[in-house]
């Protein structure tokens, strides 16, 4: 299927590897100008050079930036004044017990997963206003609506992007212009690639089997019984992003696997 998607423009957070990167590759391959983003500079720069080695037609850049960072937001914003798509998906996580959750912790978690790409939304979503055309997907996580326990201060933020994009899609009343937030389940990103690895290093058993393991003692309520692919959760971002999908206002769009058992 043609996603209408050529010669748009996305600004996909946190690209450099992972759920991003996988996001930036598929909206690549349907011919949209990607923005890496990440704070290494050659690392942006040997992902970007990839993508143009893997899609030339396209016109992939380097938007090396520490999002977090307010005067470097705004010089991300100079460098890059217009983009049809932005996919906010950097985040950060991991497991905390909530005693140990102070209030720097909070704090870092707020600025990290939400002020950031509230800071990106709220400069870029005026001029998708004015151009009548435009995408924001929050990248957010299952744990949004279905907190585990196991790590509070990243399932808040997590819920109130929920929240946010409900709000920013009520700005787009009458606009080709859509907010949604999409849930991704268990990913298997490098990191939770290399979790696996680890776990299981004594181990002589294929990856499969390992993965296999793990879901089955870990997170037996999944109905697929692996991780979610990142390039399915990159495939799902390309579609949001499309025209196709003008109807999906202020949406939360789960890819969990099954995970979450309620229906709604
Ligand atoms: N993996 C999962 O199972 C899973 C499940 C549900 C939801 N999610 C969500 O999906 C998103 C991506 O997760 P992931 O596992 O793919 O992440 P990841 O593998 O840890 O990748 C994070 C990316 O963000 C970049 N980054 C980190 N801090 C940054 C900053 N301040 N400014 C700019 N870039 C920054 C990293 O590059 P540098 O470090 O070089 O800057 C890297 O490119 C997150 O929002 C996460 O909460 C993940």
Redesign the pocket.
Known sequence: MEMGLTNKTALV??????????IAIELAKEGVDVLI????YE??ERIVNEIKTDFPTTSPQNAR?????IQQREDLFEKYPHIDILV??????EIMQYEDVDDEVWEKYFR??VL?ANGLSKFYLPKMLNNDFGRIIF?????AIMPSGQMPQ?CMT?SMLLSLSKSLSKLTIGKEVTVNTI??????????HQIIEGLYADKDMTFSEKEKEFMTANLPQSEIQR??R?TE?GRLTTFVSSPYASAFKGAPIRMDGGLVPTIF
Do not use: Q
């Not at 946190?14 to 990167?21: P, Q, V």
């Not at 983003?37 to 290494?40: E, I, P, T, Y």
């Not at 930036?65 to 960072?69: A, P």
């Open positions: 957070t946190g690209s450099t590897k992972g759920i991003g990167k996988a983003n990440g704070r290494d690392e942006v930036c520490d999002i977090v960072d906010n998906n950097m985040g950060i996580y990290t997963n950031a990248i957010a996580s299952e744990e990243y997590k849930m991704p389940g268990p990913t298997l990103s490098e990191n939770v991780f979610i990142p959760i």
